[in-house]
């Protein structure tokens, strides 16, 4: 037979071998919309056959082939559509059971895909650039669901490359370990209510009720007096990570923490006060406990350690953005410490977070200090591709702003995207405005149309994520959508409800530092 392929061909993947009972083995590699394979069978009959199944479906083959009675051999399935399939052997006739099931192969450009618990909900991102059509769909499943059919919760996949699915809406996932998959739609795919049912990407799986009892293990610790878990609490505490927000309780347990002589109980108590939209926030306590934090690690020595580059970073940003206009003074020293904060002595996962928070910082507020646009355009790229989300942000506003002849739209929008999917809270807020009226927002000095058209219900679900993220900016249109019944059901006294509600937020915001720590 000759495949004639499916889409744009994907190279030749390799073989991928798989025993079963009795010895036999059987081997399948896909080359562009072919799945050629191979097998082995001690003591053959004329009745053992082989079918091509789409991957985690337990009956319905898609092809089948006799092996003709022979102990070796091979054979191909042609012109098979995108998604993951795997090969089963059957002996005698027996058409339930399979001697043999190959490892999973995929046919075309396998999706990836990634699962995160955020604020208590579940987020699928992937690369949108990976998308068949606008049909194309996202399930979240038990982990490990052999149907595909026995969803938990499932959407269409949108432009962004983000669904969130909320806790509140689906509350299945609050109590088990779940998984994302994607589906590519085709026309000549398996298909039932509109939706394709072979997926081309699966995520890894999350558990978010495993997050409470990670809290009752960390409670557990700090009762017997493990400060480094008393911190881990308080962080719980302060995010909301397996727990309700409580913003005093985290202060407490930093407290109890620094009082116990940890670092890291200081450095969480300057970050708890310097947190935006509480009542507690206190940027002059922050000030100072992260002054004396720098002097006991400078002194001993410990300036590039973890904890010395995160308090360089938080005291220079208290310096050029706290509760005051800076003094020349402060921007000169907030300035230098941000730069400390970009260069860490040590390799590790928080120290490249932290220093890509400096990079971004950098970019926003050194200003003249810290040399021209050109110095400072670099370290925003950087930090934007290091994975830094509001850098994203910043990155596709500059393509898009002009500036120093650096206008790009289609590297701006991309950007914007990126940043959006990474879950950068401002992104999330211009992607809702841009997908609501179907161009870029009006207070934008650039205005260009949305290539990607309206999506009002879509925009209302970005409105709801950034609010989720702290951003209570969102709050604004999405009292607008459900004043007017743009893309919900129009409901005037939840509209009053977000308004009352974004009207005490702005009163706090001034005894909050002006900008969070992200």
């Known amino acids: 037979m000759t495949g004639s392929g499916f889409g744009a061909k994907a190279a ?31 003591a053959p009959t004329s009745s053992d056959w082989v079918g091509l199944f789409i991957h985690n479906r337990e009956k319905t ?26 090969l089963r052997l059957f002996r005698s006739g027996e058409k339930v059971v399979p001697a043999c099931v190959s490892e999973p192969v995929v046919v075309g450009t396998a999706v990836a895909v990634q699962l995160v618990i ?52 689906h509350p299945e996932i609050c109590t088990n370990s779940c998984e994302a998959r994607y589906f590519k739609s085709s026309s000549t795919n398996y298909t039932a209510y509109g939706r394709s049912f ?13 997050l409470a009892e990670g809290v009752e293990q960390l409670r557990k610790l700090a009762d017997a007096g493990d400060t480094h878990a008393l911190c881990k609490l308080a962080s719980r ?48 306590q922050a000030e100072n406990l992260l002054k004396d934090l720098l002097y006991i690690e400078t002194a001993a020595g410990r300036s590039g350690s973890e904890i010395g580059v995160q308090a360089a970073l938080r005291l220079g940003l208290l310096l050029l953005a706290g509760d005051s206009l800076p003094t020349i003074e402060d921007r000169a020293r907030g300035v230098a410490l941000l730069e400390q904060a970009a260069s860490p002595a040590v390799e590790s996962p928080p120290a490249r977070k932290t220093q890509l928070d400096a990079w971004f910082y950098l970019y926003t507020f050194a200003g003249a200090e810290w040399a021209a646009r050109y110095r400072r355009f670099p370290a925003l790229r950087q930090a934007a591709e290091g994975g830094h989300a509001p850098a994203m942000f910043l990155l596709g506003k500059w393509y898009l702003s002009d500036a120093e002849g650096g206008a790009n739209d289609e590297l701006g929008l991309a950007w914007l995207l990126r940043a959006a999917r ?21 207070h934008w000095t650039i205005r260009m149309r949305w290539p990607y058209g309206e999506d009002k219900r879509l925009s209302v679900d970005l409105f709801q994520q950034a609010v989720d993220k702290s951003n209570f900016y969102g709050l604004v249109p999405l009292a607008k959508c459900y004043k007017a019944g743009l893309g919900v059901s129009a409901d005037t006294a939840k509209a009053r409800e977000l308004k009352a509600l974004y009207s005490v937020y702005k009163l706090k915001c001034p005894k909050a530092c002006t900008t969070p720590i992200v």
């Open 198 to 210: 072979c997926y081309s990407g699966i995520s890894n799986s999350v558990d978010i009720h495993q």
């Open 61 to 86: 083959y898609s092809k089948f082939a006799y092996t003709k009675g022979t102990a070796t051999g091979g054979g191909q399935f042609d012109g098979n559509p995108d998604g993951t399939y795997d």
């Open 237 to 284: 505490y302060l995010k909301g990570k397996g727990v309700e927000r409580n913003h005093s309780m985290a202060v407490e347990l930093y407290q109890n923490a620094m009082t116990a002589g940890d670092v890291g109980g200081v450095l969480g108590l300057a970050t708890a006060y310097m947190s935006d939209f509480v009542e507690e926030a206190n940027c002059e």
């Open 118 to 169: 955020e604020d208590g909900s579940l987020v699928v991102a992937w690369d949108p650039g990976q998308a068949s059509s606008k049909w194309d769909w996202v399930g979240i499943f038990k982990k490990g669901t052999r149907s595909n059919k026995d969803t938990i919760a499932y959407e269409y996949a949108n432009p962004i490359g983000r669904i969130c699915f909320h806790k509140n809406d």
């Open 422 to 442: 990474a879950g950068s809270s401002s992104a999330l807020l211009v992607a809702g405005e841009c997908f609501l009226r179907g161009h870029t927002p009006k």
């Open 12 to 42: 030749a993947r390799p073989a991928t071998p798989s025993s079963g009972s009795g010895g036999c083995m059987l081997a399948c590699r896909s080359d562009g919309g072919t799945i050629h394979y191979t097998w082995e069978v001690p």
